[in-house]
């Protein structure tokens, strides 16, 4: 029994000549931050080994229990090699040694990746009539996977749904997968890849059901661009949302294929339409410095009649013009793209020495084609009007035109009158004839454009032009609205409103037969809502080709507001030094 008693004794005295140690080490790694790292990897590769890596929830923080930070460690060697595997990397060696300092415990990682595993072979098929379908062909030749190429496990992912979203976007609402494997061979580092794709049967659109439409069925008809029958894709109904919601005749739209109810592979649809107020009103004060103060008065009518025709009117008052304008708008047989309309305007015009009452009336057919814009016009127009203490003149013109358009731009993606990328160009040809219903003869041709281009986030370039002619045997005839005049927020900045162009004896300004504007501008980005910009612009009109061109250099500050660019710009002309600077507001989109 003694000997027992000593026994024991001595056991708990080694236990603690053992554990004294021990105790100080834990206790000096207790009072420590954890300090994890690794190397060997970098960027898609070392941020999944970060989501895969449990240790790292510990970095910065007390240095967990002796016993479970090796624990971690060690089962962070597993959870790297995992992390690893989905880029093609099986046969990756990770490697970790502990160290323990007065302040931080350090756990460092090794990373060796070794060889990649590559997709050695690709067992694709495709039954079911997507087998037929050039689309799916080309869904095929496109998806990311390539025999020789690394394997990558989120590849093979987005393979498989490209061919699901492909499906689904089709009308093969019965499509699945009847293989999907993905084989490694680890001594052959290579993997083995399966996708059998049945597509079943493409459905066609069935029935299509309407609720609380306000308007017409068959002119509402008219925007669906696909018939009972046709083969299914959701670009037609996406399309056909687009265009309800933008036809400013409902609140609230809402377009789905029932697939619930779907029968002979044939999906009903259902549109579902809230109408929209009927009458809109529109007050606003302004201010530009082309027209001074200014105050707008609006008043519209989404719908005259359950056919859809639409009535605008507005009136614009300010310094420099007084307007009134009402359009009576018919839909055409596509009416998201095409309309006709009838409009009746006066403008009364009182600036600087230039005195001139506009009445006109015309008809107009317009027409879309994705970027493309096109409007042909007929517009009969009297004017009255005067230059400086002249005497008052009279003009009837019979105008026909032509004005094809061709916009394209990239915005930004919180403010879609922002324009980072994009052009605008567009041709106006418009002439009349004394034989018909015209005091004078003549031909006016405009050609303009405008472009934006981004050097990168902070850098922009804009530059824009215009160039007009007229042919006429009688220029004194032809009317103020006819003629060619520039100068101004939007033709040449450090001049006037229309203060560019040959003058009369008494130096008022009385247009030009010929144009000719240009700008050059780059801005930068000072600060996330503000822009600063340095701009020289170049034009004049005048009676020949040959006449002389003003320049302006100027300096300007935008403001992105949610309504397009508010610009200040400030400008000198070169050619007369003399002249003041002048100060320009202008507000809208770019383009």
């Not at 000593?6 to 603690?16: D, N, Q, R, Y």
């Not at 247009?511 to 801005?523: F, I, P, T, W």
């Amino acid at each position: 029994m003694t000997i027992g008693r000593l026994g024991w004794l001595l056991v708990v005295l080694a236990s603690c000549w053992v554990w004294q140690p021990l105790a100080a080490q834990q206790s000096q790694r207790d009072s420590t931050t954890l300090k994890v790292t690794f190397e060997g990897v970098e960027g898609e590769l070392a941020n999944n080994v970060r989501s895969y890596l449990e240790l790292l929830q510990f970095n910065g923080k007390q240095t967990p229990a002796s016993f479970r930070l090796r624990y971690l460690a060690r089962r962070g060697d597993t959870s790297i090699r995992q992390a690893l595997e989905p880029f093609g990397y099986y046969h990756s060696e990770v490697n970790h040694d502990i160290t323990t300092g007065p302040e931080q415990t350090y756990v460092r990682y090794s990373i060796v990746l070794g060889p990649p595993t590559v997709i050695g072979e690709i067992d694709f098929e495709l039954s079911g009539a997507a087998a037929q379908d050039p689309a799916f062909q080309r869904v095929r030749n496109e998806l990311p996977i390539t025999e020789g190429e690394v394997l990558q496990h989120s590849q093979y992912e987005r393979s498989k749904s490209l061919l699901r979203s492909a499906a689904a976007e089709r009308g093969y609402y019965d499509a699945r997968f009847t293989e999907q494997t993905l084989k490694v061979e680890l001594n052959e580092k290579s993997a083995i890849i399966t996708l059998h794709f049945d597509s079943g049967p493409r459905y066609r659109f069935g029935d299509v059901s309407i609720c609380c439409n306000h308007l017409n069925s068959d002119f509402l008809m008219r925007y669906f661009q696909f018939s009972e029958g046709d083969s299914f894709h959701t670009r037609d109904l996406l399309d056909l949302q687009v265009a309800l919601a933008g036809s400013d005749y409902f609140e609230n739209v809402e377009v789905a294929p029932l697939w619930n109810e779907a029968t002979d592979e044939q999906v009903p649809i259902s549109v579902r339409v809230t109408p929209n107020k009927r009458d809109q009103y529109q007050i606003g004060p302004g201010y530009g410095t082309d027209t001074g103060a200014r105050l707008t008065l609006g008043f519209n009518r989404r719908w005259v009649n359950d056919r859809g025709h639409r009535l605008n009117s507005i009136v614009r008052l300010s310094e420099v013009q007084n307007t009134g304008f009402v359009d009576y708008i018919i839909p055409g047989e596509n009416p998201a793209r095409d309309q006709y309309s009838i409009t009746g305007e006066i403008l009364d015009k009182r600036y600087e020495d230039i005195d001139s009452t506009l009445y006109r009336a015309s008809v107009r057919d317009n027409r879309h084609y994705d970027n493309w814009q096109r409007t042909f016009e007929l517009g009969y127009q009297r004017e009255d009007f005067r230059f400086g203490t002249g005497e008052r003149q009279t003009s009837n013109f019979l105008v026909p035109s032509a004005e094809f358009s061709l916009v394209s731009s990239e915005t930004d993606a919180d403010n879609r009158n922002l324009v980072d990328q994009g052009y605008r160009v567009s041709a106006r040809l418009q002439g009349a004839s004394n034989a018909v219903l015209s005091d004078a003869t003549f031909l006016s041709l405009t050609l303009s454009g405008k472009a934006v281009y981004s050097f990168n986030e902070k850098w922009r370039f804009l530059a824009r032009g215009e160039v007009g002619a007229i042919a006429t045997s009688d220029f004194e005839r032809l009317s103020p609205s006819l003629r060619f005049f520039a100068g101004g927020d939007h033709s040449v900045r450090g001049y006037a409103y229309q203060q560019l162009g040959p003058a009369n004896a008494e130096g008022v300004i009385t247009g030009g037969q010929y144009l000719g504007v240009a700008s050059a501008e780059v801005d930068y980005l000072v600060a996330p809502k503000w822009r600063i910009a340095l701009f020289s612009d170049f034009g004049n009109t005048g009676m020949e080709w040959s006449m002389p061109w003003r320049q302006t250099i100027g300096i300007g500050g935008r403001w992105l507001s949610p309504i397009g660019p508010v610009r200040l710009d400030i400008a000198q002309a070169i050619d007369e030094p003399g002249r003041p600077w002048r100060l320009h507001l202008t507000i809208g989109p770019d383009l």
